[in-house]
């Protein structure tokens, strides 16, 4: 629901905020995204996102997600 607020989070949805914030299936389609990337980037406080303080179960989720969009 959170990340929903700005990202597109299934394939071909449009994004509800504009094209600033990457879809997810963009981001699992990164070379670069990994497990360890995206825990990382998660818990590292960025300006255009908000801190949520997720719970390790709701990072755990997350990433499982993400990684579960890759083509």
């Known amino acids: 629901q959170w990340c929903a607020n700005c990202h ?16 997810l299936p963009a981001v699992a389609s990164r070379a670069s995204t990994t497990d360890m ?7 590292t406080p960025h300006a255009n996102m908000p801190d949520y303080q997720l719970s390790r179960a709701q990072t755990d989720a997350i990433v499982a997600y993400i990684l579960s969009l890759r083509r």
């Open 37 to 43: 990337s995206l825990r990382v980037f998660l818990q």
């Open 8 to 23: 597109a989070v299934a394939p071909g949805q449009r994004p509800p905020a504009g094209d600033a914030a990457p879809s």
